[in-house]
C-alpha cells in the first residue's frame, strides 16, 4: 500500500519560516518525481515545486528564492524549506509523487495545512 504522509504544517507569523515533510512507503522512492502542490479555499490545487528522480528542482515564480525542495532518499522523504511567509501562502499543501515511466502512476498525500497570519 503505498502513504504519502505530509506533517510539518501550523500557524505562523508572515516572515516566519516552516519545513515540510512527506515520507513515503510503498514506493521506490528514487523512481519517483517528487512535487509539493497547494489548495487555498475556493481555489484550484496549483504547483509549488517539483524535484526530479535526478534532482532537478522546478518552482512556481512566486516561490523562487524563498522556498527549497529537496529530497533524501535513503529516508524516502522529499522537504520543504519555506521562508518568508506571507498570508496569501496560507493553503493544504499536499505531496505528490509521479513516475513517468508508467501511465497512471500517480500519488498524493493527504495534505497539511499552512496558516500564515499576518
Known amino acids: 500500500q503505498v502513504q504519502l504522509v505530509e506533517s510539518g504544517g501550523g500557524l505562523v507569523l508572515a516572515g516566519g519560516s516552516l519545513t515540510l515533510s512527506c515520507a513515503a512507503s510503498g514506493i521506490t522512492f528514487s523512481y519517483y518525481n517528487m512535487g509539493w502542490y497547494r489548495q487555498a479555499p475556493g481555489k484550484q490545487r496549483d504547483l509549488v515545486a517539483t524535484?526530479?528522480?535526478?534532482?532537478?528542482?522546478n518552482y512556481a515564480d512566486s516561490m523562487k528564492g524563498r522556498f527549497t525542495i529537496s529530497r533524501d532518499n535513503a529516508k524516502k522523504t522529499v522537504f520543504l524549506q519555506m521562508n518568508s511567509l506571507k498570508p496569501e501562502n496560507t493553503a493544504i499543501y499536499y505531496c505528490?509523487?509521479?513516475?513517468?515511466?508508467?501511465?497512471?502512476?500517480?500519488?498524493w498525500g493527504q495534505g497539511t495545512q499552512v496558516t500564515v497570519s499576518p
Open positions: 524535484i526530479s528522480r535526478g534532482g532537478t528542482t
Open positions: 505528490h509523487a509521479h513516475n513517468d515511466w508508467y501511465v497512471g502512476d500517480v500519488y
